[in-house]
């Protein structure tokens, strides 16, 4: 029997990956920013707000709070206090983060695949 993280991580990437990708890779890169070279990015606190909008729209679709349990109150925490005041809630969002991106699977060619094509095109 798995987990039951484990089953939902598993149904994000058959359904929903790529629209849970894309708001993660946003956070992803505003906490590593910070994290790895206390950068705070241009505009980070609207990038942080346009991926909660985005995960609180799919969480009508998937239980974003099971697949990332406390991302959304975490990211909410990083908006009102700020990267600099918050730096156990930046680790925490950036581990959570890289978590879940590494085991999301986004349908298409791989690094690791021989055949990067998405498929037969056809020319009609």
């Given amino acids: 029997m798995m987990p039951h993280g484990r089953w939902c991580v598993e149904v994000v990437e ?5 629209d849970l990708a894309d708001p993660l890779l ?3 890169n505003v906490v ?3 994290r790895s070279y206390h950068v705070t990015p241009p505009d980070w606190d609207e990038t942080l ?3 909660i909008a985005a995960l609180s729209r799919l ?9 990332l349990p406390g991302l959304l109150p975490d990211l909410d925490l990083l ?9 156990q809630v930046v680790e925490k969002v950036a581990t959570q ?4 991106l590494d ?7 791989t690094l690791e695949d021989d055949d990067w094509s998405f498929g037969e095109a056809n020319a009609s």
Avoid at 103 to 109: F, L, N, R, V
């Fill in 14 to 18: 058959m359904q929903y990956a790529a």
């Fill in 26 to 28: 946003d956070v992803r």
């Fill in 32 to 34: 590593e920013s910070f």
């Fill in 49 to 51: 707000r346009h991926a």
């Fill in 59 to 67: 969480q009508a679709l998937i239980q974003v709070d099971i697949v």
């Fill in 79 to 87: 908006l009102a206090g700020g990267l600099d005041r918050s730096p």
């Fill in 97 to 100: 983060v890289a978590n879940i």
């Fill in 103 to 109: 085991e999301t699977k986004i349908p298409g060619p």
